[in-house]
């Protein structure tokens, strides 16, 4: 038997969705293994409490390079090649962390090690523009659904291993992962030629101005997730800072165990792919927006009751995650050719997003506590459900919605 899986005409198959699945989380979890450990971060390196949100930030700085820069290299160049390099330079990254030994190292180490993670939305691009039109939304879930477990096993893991061997032990875990996988994933994925001329990389490269400017489903579904991932990133950035206070108390291991509260997003991705698939993704948004906002109300009692901080937990990931998948699968249909550009140019926002959210948190928890964090994670959910309620409400235009591979009236209809 072949050493490598086979897409097939009826698109991926589910072995090689499988390992594209786990791949994506291992990749994310680079991004979020320092959210819990940001207090024992910065007292091993001198940081104040004020600065600490820059740890998650220069990491989705790196990201966001990541995106624009190595992203669209999928629409023109050899995927499994681009893939796996891609991932072998995360276990550099990783290894830069671990032995940082001042905040500037630090976070030169982040920076480099979430520009290599971006790789994550170059395997959604795969999937995506690899899958059937009639298995795109349940490919994308299932993808998304490794994210979601990589990015709450992220902090749970770093947590433990914190606890057993010190932060720095969660880096080099980071590296031999990258190590392992690239050579998995270059076994794995399917040969194919070295380009594919669909987009040039500079056209490639300027796709979220272009886009962003003429394109109003990507437009929108972006400002959505802009703020979505900037209300996710104030609770994920912020719980550690609300956890580890007078208040609670609670060790790196036990605020790691609260990311499995967020377990449930996992099957809100998977369910919301389908649901999507169905002519469904307008509905999820809409709910998935309002339970993001209600979901603060739960949050904003974590000072005194961590049952209600858990509940907030569950609804703010199952909401994320739904409309986050919504968002990509009315993106890409119908230009597949475009995939990588467009998911890179779409998770650009997602990463400002990310980036604002955490940077954000740490001051405004320290003027305000707790309570100013939560009002600040509900407006960031306030303001992107009435982006999505503006767009309902002004009709689509027959012409003028230019995309990079095909015209998008059809994309935000339901």
Do not use: C
Request: glycine residues 12%.
């Amino acid at each position: 038997m072949s050493t490598h899986l086979k897409e097939s005409s009826r698109g991926l198959s589910s072995r090689l969705l499988f390992l594209l699945a786990v791949t994506a989380g291992f990749m994310v979890s680079n991004i979020y293994y320092g959210q819990p450990l940001l207090e024992r971060i910065g007292t091993d390196l001198g940081i104040p409490t004020s600065g600490v949100g820059w740890i998650v930030a220069s990491s989705q700085a790196g990201y966001l390079l990541g995106l624009v820069l190595l992203v669209p290299l999928g629409d023109v160049t050899n995927r499994r090649v681009l893939i796996t390099l891609h991932i072998a330079a995360t276990a550099i990254g990783g290894s830069v962390v671990a032995l940082a030994d001042s905040q500037t190292a630090l976070l030169g180490g982040f920076l480099f090690l979430g520009l290599a993670s971006s790789v994550v939305q170059t395997i959604v691009a795969y999937t995506a523009a690899s899958s059937t039109p009639g298995q795109r939304g349940g490919n994308i879930g299932t993808v998304t659904a490794g994210v979601v477990s990589g990015i709450i096993l992220a902090r749970t893991l770093a947590g433990g291993l914190t606890d057993l061997w010190g932060w720095r032990s969660v880096y080099v875990l980071a590296a031999v992962a990258g190590a392992v996988l690239a050579v998995a994933v270059f076994r794995a994925l399917p040969k194919e030629r070295a380009g594919r001329g669909e987009v040039s990389y500079w056209r490639a490269v300027s796709s979220v101005v272009v886009l962003t400017r003429r394109d109003r489903v990507f437009r929108t579904r972006a400002l959505i997730t802009m703020l979505l991932f900037a209300s996710f990133g104030v609770l994920w950035s912020g719980m550690s800072l609300l956890l580890s206070s007078p208040a609670w108390n609670l060790p790196p291991s036990l605020i790691g165990l609260f990311g499995l509260a967020g377990l449930v997003g996992v099957v809100a991705a998977s369910r919301a792919g389908a649901a999507a698939d169905r002519g469904w993704a307008q509905r999820v948004t809409a709910w998935g927006l309002a339970a993001l906002l209600g979901s603060w109300v739960a949050l904003s009692l974590g000072s005194w009751s961590l049952l209600w901080f858990l509940a907030g937990i569950i609804v703010l990931d199952a909401a994320v995650q739904a409309v986050h998948v919504s968002s990509q699968t009315l993106i890409v249909a119908g230009a597949e050719a475009s995939a990588s550009s467009i998911i890179g140019s779409y998770m650009v926002f997602y990463s400002v997003g990310s980036a604002a959210g955490a940077a954000a948190v740490a001051p405004v928890y320290d003027a305000w506590g707790w309570t100013g964090a939560s009002v600040l994670g509900a407006v960031f959910a306030a303001f992107g459900l009435a982006i999505w309620g503006v767009d309902r409400l002004i009709p689509y235009k027959t012409s003028g919605q230019a995309r990079l591979a095909r015209p998008t009236q059809h994309a935000g209809a339901e």
